[in-house]
């Protein structure tokens, strides 16, 4: 039995004119809140199933201590998604909030009720700042399909590599006309192999290759479908994207999803680039004043972000020379990348609210 399970429900003080502040640490099969008040002081915790009764009780046991307007949620990517969600449409504001440090951690020790208690506190004391990323619109469905292409070209990539290192084990008579060829070509011809006698290890060979063909065959029909999918939603809610010189429906999407489905929770394009790990961290010390690359945010988001200033370099003259005239002032060729890196972030994080404001505007007005 977890201790999320063992946690038993608080019976609360009720009065109207206190504020208090939610604290949530979250599970798959049941959540552990707290409740404090706006001095830090504990007033109850309980545990909820991860239900839609579960959500409803655990936020009418919350209003009976008094007023709530924020709460601090753990995990709101996953086992707090929908926890979060509920929350937002009963009113509340969702904050972010990261697992307790090590140092807290090893000095009160590790319950679900202290978790939900140390959240609630994060919020209190502005530890915690961040609004939970929304997962109820078009970026929400391009993780979805985005999580899906990975794993069908993981899975391609396994199974042309099997396919080859069949075709090298395989006998001169099977291996001779299969070597050489291109992929398509490979799988074509694989497909087609004829038959051998049945418990040989020719037949085996046969067998083998013609499904591993055939897998790569449905996988690229998988990846075509679903790469259609992300290149329909980016055109139906932000193909403004899409016109952004170097941005392809991948890049694009994996933007989307790192500002989520509401992208006004960064408050500027600085808190974009951050974000996106492509904001300088200052690195001074004594006499020496210098700042050094952000190893930190969303690296996925970085990765496109590099993508998108390699398709620059090669095809964009403006990139180039910008480039060329970084090198000059005494960057070296890295860090005047990373510059650019900080520029095309600038440039996309307009785009993106623009798009998103529009939208917007056009749902309030229909």
């Not at 969600?85 to 440090?101: A, H, K, T, W, Y």
């Not at 390699?310 to 180039?320: D, F, I, M, P, V």
Request: net charge positive.
């Amino acid at each position: 039995m977890t201790s999320a399970s063992m946690a038993q429900p608080t019976r609360l003080h009720h009065d109207r004119r206190r504020e208090v502040v939610l604290g949530v640490d979250t599970h798959k099969d049941a959540h552990v809140a707290a409740v404090v008040c706006v001095t830090g002081k504990l007033i109850g915790s309980r545990s909820s199933p991860t239900t839609a009764d579960g959500y409803q009780q655990l936020l009418d046991w919350v209003r009976s201590a008094g007023v709530v307007n924020r709460a601090g949620v753990e995990c709101t990517g996953s086992y707090g998604a929908a926890l979060s969600r509920f929350l937002r449409c009963n009113g509340l504001v969702v904050i972010e909030v990261n697992q307790p440090d090590k140092a807290t951690r090893r000095r009160r020790g590790k319950t679900d009720t202290i978790d939900a208690e140390a959240a609630a506190h994060a919020v209190l004391s502005g530890r915690a700042t961040a609004t939970a990323k929304l997962a109820d619109g078009p970026a929400e469905a391009l993780r979805l399909f985005k999580m899906a292409k990975v794993s069908a070209v993981k899975a391609r990539t396994q199974a042309i590599n099997q396919l080859r290192a069949v075709v090298v084990t395989a006998s001169p008579q099977l291996r001779e006309p299969l070597e050489g060829l291109t992929i398509p070509k490979l799988v074509r011809a694989c497909i087609a192999l004829p038959g051998a006698a049945v418990g040989t290890a020719a037949a085996a060979a046969v067998f083998t290759l013609r499904l591993l063909a055939r897998r790569v065959e449905e996988l690229d029909d998988e990846i075509a479908a679903l790469k259609q999918q992300i290149t329909d939603v980016i055109r139906q809610h932000t193909p403004q994207l899409l016109d952004c010189y170097g941005v392809g429906p991948d890049t694009a999407a994996t933007l989307l999803i790192a500002t989520g489905d509401n992208p006004q929770r960064l408050r500027s394009e600085a808190s974009f680039a951050s974000l996106c790990g492509v904001s300088p961290v200052e690195a001074s010390s004594g006499k020496t004043q210098r700042r050094r690359r952000n190893r930190g945010g969303d690296r996925q988001a970085n990765s496109a972000l590099y993508t998108i200033v390699l398709a620059r370099l090669r095809w964009e003259t403006r990139s180039r020379n910008y480039v060329e005239r970084r090198i000059t002032e005494g960057k070296t060729r890295r860090e005047a990348i990373r510059c650019l890196k900080r520029y095309v972030a600038r440039e996309l994080y307009t785009v993106i609210i623009r798009t998103h404001a529009m939208s917007q505007e056009q749902t309030l007005a229909a």
